[in-house]
């Protein structure tokens, strides 16, 4: 969707006219899937134009990496996104990484350890080179003034755009049928704070966020055409990119998506031999021809692709070499791709994690260099609204 210049009545107008002509249509899941195609594609393009100018030009670039903190960081976390945001911040693209606090209590479960899991991932993203000379670390809660822009972004947005954002019509139905929380169904616009309240210009995220960072967008140009700017050549907001990485998505050990739950995932901070066990009971099938065949062998395909990101490889060649050796040799070569892979970082996560002051630390300094960072954006769109008094 070009970007849109209307105002957010006039856009109102536009998004019932959008939902109407869906209406009328048969297959409006057909729609649907339509459109976000055609946006995946499009954000793709975007992706590889931006991956080009970062080699030439890396400081033009600020990245807002953000994370919930629902449990310690496994191997798809790794293979799919850490390794890539580690990229980006040594290549010198100034980096911020949330510890999405807040938005762990978008529904009514209960959150668990908390206070456990956020140290944790500090410790976890340390562990896999985040740096925090070049990264800030910080967390929703601990940064009141990036809070505060929450209520002049939800008056630039609609009702009916939050009920038909794609990733909270999932939640609701995945939530069985239970009430949804005022905080979940406003939670993208909470997502575009984090986005805004730093300036960040990329965005690296899955598929599944796009319409988050599309509302990201629109919110950043109603500010400026509601509001107005604090300096008149400026606008208080950058419009911000997804940058989609081409990792694939690891499933867990039987197939299905990786959950702690299921006890099927492959933690960064496993030892070799927790992660031997896990591997040996993964779900393989009964061919003992070992092939990458994602469409009719899923669970032996994800296992070899495990293998070569772990090894640096291709699945089909690891296949190959395996050949008639069957799910144990499969096994026996993920355990060692992954167990090889993650030494240094397992042997960091442990010096890392004997050392709480340090951890600690980090992360008080990320929040505080937050907070003057949320400090600053702040007083530029109370200059905007004319809200200094
Ligand atoms: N919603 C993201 C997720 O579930 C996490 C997140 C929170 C995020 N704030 C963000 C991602 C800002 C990108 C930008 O994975």
């Given at each position: 969707?070009?970007?849109?210049?209307?105002?957010?009545?006039?856009?109102?107008?536009?998004?019932t006219q959008e939902a109407e002509a869906v209406a009328t249509k048969t297959a409006a899941d057909k729609v649907a899937d339509a459109v976000s195609?055609?946006?995946?594609?499009?954000?793709?393009?975007?992706?590889?134009?931006?991956?080009?100018?970062?080699?030439?030009?890396?400081?033009?670039?600020?990245?807002?990496?953000?994370?919930?903190?629902?449990?310690?960081?496994?191997?798809?976390?790794?293979?799919?996104?850490?390794?890539?945001?580690?990229?980006?911040?040594?290549r010198g693209v100034e980096t911020w990484t949330l510890i999405a606090d807040y938005q762990v209590i978008t529904d009514r479960d209960g959150v668990g350890p908390l206070k456990e899991r956020v140290y944790g991932l500090v410790t976890d993203y340390l562990a896999c080179g985040i740096d925090p000379e070049k990264t800030t670390i910080f967390t929703h809660s601990a940064v009141p003034a990036l809070n505060q822009l929450m209520i002049p972004f939800l008056s630039l947005v609609t009702e009916s755009e939050l009920n038909r954002n794609p990733t909270v019509k999932a939640e609701l139905e995945a939530s069985g049928g239970r009430a949804l929380s005022g905080l979940l169904l406003t939670y993208p616009v909470h997502q575009a704070t984090d986005i805004l309240f730093c300036k960040a210009n990329i965005v690296p995220v899955g598929q599944d966020q796009l319409p988050h960072i599309e509302l990201t967008r629109q919110i950043a140009s109603r500010f400026?055409?509601?509001?107005?700017?604090?300096?008149?050549?400026?606008?208080?907001?950058?419009?911000?990119?997804?940058?989609?990485?081409?990792?694939?998505?690891?499933?867990?050990?039987?197939?299905?998506?990786?959950?702690?739950?299921?006890?099927?995932?492959?933690?960064?901070?496993?030892t070799a031999d927790e992660t031997a066990q896990v591997l040996k009971k993964a779900k393989t099938d009964s061919d003992r021809v070992i092939t990458y065949d994602p469409v009719n062998r899923p669970e032996v395909s994800n296992l070899l692709m495990l293998a070569a990101l772990a090894s640096g490889g291709d699945p089909e060649t690891i296949a190959a070499e395996i050949g008639g050796g069957g799910g144990g040799k499969l096994k026996a070569v993920v355990t060692e791709a992954v167990n090889e892979a993650l030494a240094p970082v397992r042997a960091r996560r442990q010096e890392l994690a004997a050392d709480t002051t340090y951890i600690h630390e980090v992360l008080a300094a990320g929040n505080e260099k937050a907070n003057e960072e949320a400090n600053r954006t702040l007083g530029e769109v109370r200059q905007a609204m004319q809200m200094i008094y």
């Open positions: 969707m070009p970007e849109t210049e209307a105002t957010p009545v006039q856009n109102a107008e536009i998004d195609t055609a946006s995946v594609r499009r954000a793709i393009e975007r992706s590889r134009e931006i991956e080009e100018q970062i080699a030439l030009d890396p400081s033009q670039f600020r990245m807002l990496t953000g994370a919930r903190p629902t449990g310690n960081l496994h191997v798809g976390h790794y293979f799919g996104t850490l390794i890539n945001w580690v990229g980006l911040q040594n400026d055409r509601r509001y107005g700017r604090a300096e008149k050549d400026n606008p208080v907001f950058r419009r911000p990119d997804a940058l989609l990485s081409e990792a694939p998505l690891i499933l867990g050990t039987d197939g299905e998506k990786m959950a702690k739950s299921r006890g099927n995932t492959i933690e960064i901070g496993f």
